[in-house]
């Protein structure tokens, strides 16, 4: 097991288009998180999976965001009609249901979004 | 709400030297507190955690002591390496589940030899 995989690593994209990103865990994790990271700033949560049921959505994950996680696996994050602020670091964790507590979470590299 | 307040960076100190990042918190609950490290191109790391109020959690040579008075959880090394340099976050989870984290805006530190 590589960890957690994220893809692409980085992308650039033009205000208004759709972006979409790719997590896939640790294969025996079923909770699945993403975080966005902002220059100079701390991880937010946006929202979390446990296998493939959408458990909590942060405030922050507006209506132009959708997260998905169809068979329980990997996830994906959409971006509709991006903006500027949306340029982040788009992280993804996972973890054991209950072990977050006490062992953290396993986070990716990220995906760097640029919106120009 | 929930927050963390992190000492604000960058920090660069000598190899060898003493190092203190000083982390406060607020929280509804009765937290969790963790120290994460981001090395450069990589992903967070968990460096060390405690649980509960007086927990000394320890990894690495780094330390940090969970204070329910202060409402702190300093990070502290007796002698860092240049190997050390990366972005430390303070965190804090809430709850049995620890369903999210709420993350400081982390200190970058620089270690030169």
Redesign the interface.
């Known amino acids: 097991d590589t960890g957690v995989s994220q893809d692409p690593r980085h992308k650039i994209t033009k205000r208004g288009q759709n972006v979409t990103f790719r997590c896939d865990p640790i294969s025996e994790h079923n909770r699945l998180y993403w975080y966005r990271q902002t220059l100079g700033q701390g991880p937010e949560f946006l929202t979390y999976f446990q296998n493939e049921a959408q458990l909590e959505k942060s405030r922050l994950l507006s209506d132009r965001f959708s997260a998905e996680r169809p068979k329980g696996s990997f996830s994906t994050l959409e971006i509709q009609r991006t903006e500027q602020g949306d340029s982040a670091m788009y992280l993804c964790a996972s973890s054991l249901s209950g072990a977050g507590l006490n062992y953290g979470y396993t986070f990716g590299s990220g995906t760097r979004l640029t919106v120009v | 709400g929930n927050s963390?307040t992190?000492m604000e960076g960058p920090v660069t100190l000598s190899e060898e030297a003493f190092l203190t990042i000083n982390c406060t918190y607020t929280a509804t609950g009765y937290p969790?507190l963790?120290w994460?490290v981001q090395y450069p191109?990589?992903?967070?790391?968990?460096l060390l955690?405690a649980?509960k109020a007086d927990d000394k959690g320890s990894n690495k040579g780094f330390e940090a002591t969970y204070r329910k008075e202060t409402t702190s959880f300093h990070l502290e090394k007796g002698s860092v390496q240049v190997s050390d340099s990366a972005v430390y976050?303070c965190?804090l989870?809430v709850?049995?589940?620890?369903?999210?984290?709420?993350?400081?805006?982390?200190t970058s530190l620089t270690v030169i030899p």
């Open positions: 963390v992190q969790s963790f994460y191109g990589e992903g967070l790391q968990l955690k649980t976050f965190a989870s709850g049995n589940t620890g369903n999210q984290f709420y993350f400081g805006t982390g």
